[in-house]
């Protein structure tokens, strides 16, 4: 049961553009939604989250929108730049036991930003 | 500069081996993950810690276990290795007390069991 879901497994776009980098949830419990970035060989490193309280945050080129009603969020990357190429993990924070967060995640989409 | 590493980054195992997977932190962290890493299934988390000595089973504990002795370092045990745990492990840690819940990762160890 996928309660994350990034259902574009790869995206291709040019330098210069706008990314649009899409995540599905299912759990209304989710409170907060995270993004991170993972290149080959190294560990997913943290880049813009946002509370469920808020609809959009933004840093810099990244922004990330959520959609509550639609259980949906985005990241927008603008202008997109070669060294944006990764994979990109979406990721929504819920409570477990014991008071600690746990974070659930999708299952990545690849950007490919092209010269 | 915040650093969690962990001790391989390849591993070649043959199945049955036991097989430990060590990760440390520096950043005083009460939180520690296990995760692996599969094509199209994305980071499913195995185990995690919330302090020395406590443990909760992830979404996939089967087959594996964990000690965590001191704060700073969370191990990964595989009991007995299969085939189907060839993949990548990522090693992450927290704060307890961290709002946006940001956890900090290892660069991985990329297993494969024989």
């Known amino acids: 049961d996928q309660q994350v879901k990034q259902n574009s497994p790869s995206l291709s776009v040019q330098e210069g553009r706008i990314s649009i980098l899409n995540c599905d949830y299912t759990?209304?419990?989710?409170?907060?939604f995270l993004w991170y970035k993972k290149y080959p060989a190294e560990g997913p490193t943290f880049l813009i989250s946002?509370?469920?309280i808020k609809d959009k945050n933004e840093d810099g080129r990244f922004t990330v929108f959520l959609n509550k009603s639609a259980k949906h969020l985005s990241l927008h990357i603008v202008p997109s730049q070669p060294g944006d190429s990764a994979v990109y993990f979406c990721?929504?924070?819920?409570?477990w036991g014991q008071g600690a967060q746990k974070l659930v995640f999708g299952q990545g989409t690849r950007l490919t930003i092209n010269p | 500069d915040v650093k969690v590493t962990q001790s391989s980054r390849y591993l070649v195992k043959r199945t049955g081996e036991k097989v430990f997977l060590e990760c440390v932190q520096d950043m005083d962290h009460e939180n520690m993950f296990w995760y692996r890493q599969d094509p199209g299934l994305g980071l499913r988390l195995i185990y995690f810690?919330?302090?020395?000595?406590?443990?909760e089973k992830g979404d996939i504990p089967e087959g594996y276990s964990v000690s965590r002795e001191k704060k700073e370092r969370f191990s990964l045990i595989l009991e007995s290795a299969s085939t189907n745990q060839t993949s990548m492990y990522l090693c992450?840690?927290?704060?307890?007390?961290?709002?946006?819940?940001?956890?900090?990762f290892g660069p991985g160890t990329r297993l494969t069991v024989l």
């Open positions: 759990n209304s419990m989710f409170d907060y």
């Open positions: 946002i509370s469920s």
């Open positions: 992450a840690s927290s704060l307890s007390s961290g709002l946006d819940n940001e956890q900090f």
């Open positions: 810690s919330y302090d020395v000595k406590m443990k």
């Open positions: 990721a929504a924070s819920a409570l």
